[in-house]
């Protein structure tokens, strides 16, 4: 995702997203359980469960840009996807 010239990718911390894009236009946060993983995908624990924090921000940049909703869990860039084209702000 790119905010002006710099580029926000999977792995970044939320305080760059904000940085460099500002305050998104939208938020929508939950609370989550998954079991523990390894760093090899594995279940490191079973029956145990760790809560993690999601949210997602959706920016509007406007009715030429598309708009796009940046996936965090645990304050870390996860998923950011595209929708169709923004809309004017009035």
Same mark, same amino acid.
């Given at each position: ?31 989550? *359980?998954?079991?523990? =993983? &390894?760093?090899?995908?594995?279940? #490191? ?5 760790? %809560?993690?924090? @999601? *949210?997602?921000?959706? =920016? &509007?940049?406007?009715?030429?840009? #598309? ?5 965090? %869990?645990?304050? @870390? ?14």
């Amino acid at each position: 995702m790119r905010c002006g010239t710099r580029i926000i990718v999977k792995g970044d911390h939320i305080s760059k997203l904000l940085r460099y894009c500002g305050q998104p236009d939208f938020v929508q946060s939950r609370l989550a *359980q998954r079991p523990y =993983y &390894n760093r090899y995908g594995h279940v #490191l624990y079973t029956g145990l469960f760790e %809560e993690v924090s @999601i *949210q997602e921000w959706t =920016y &509007n940049l406007g009715p030429n840009k #598309l708009i796009r909703i940046v996936k965090m %869990e645990n304050g @870390i860039v996860r998923e950011i996807r595209h929708l169709g084209y923004g809309y004017s702000k009035r």
